[in-house]
């Protein structure tokens, strides 16, 4: 996959997973939490060893690497 001009490694699995506020998603050593959901943003928490980096997606935007757009699941 390309994102600004870098090339990612394609996932070889695909996870679509439902969370209510306040329940969390354990991914390898990290654990994400659904924090809390208004209209079509979502706030999760993100904890993870203090030596994993995590991006926002400003961040991401800054270093000229796009998240995916993906569209809204119906």
């Known amino acids: 996959m390309h994102y600004g001009g870098n090339t990612l490694a394609m996932a070889k699995r695909k996870h679509c997973i439902n969370l209510k506020a306040g329940e969390a998603l354990e991914v390898g050593a990290a654990l994400v939490l659904l924090e809390k959901k208004s209209g079509s943003v979502a706030r999760l928490v993100v904890i ?6 995590v991006r926002n997606p400003e961040q991401l935007r800054s270093s000229h690497l796009s998240p995916p757009q993906v ?3 119906e």
């Open 71 to 73: 569209k809204p699941h």
């Open 48 to 53: 993870v060893d203090e030596s994993v980096q």
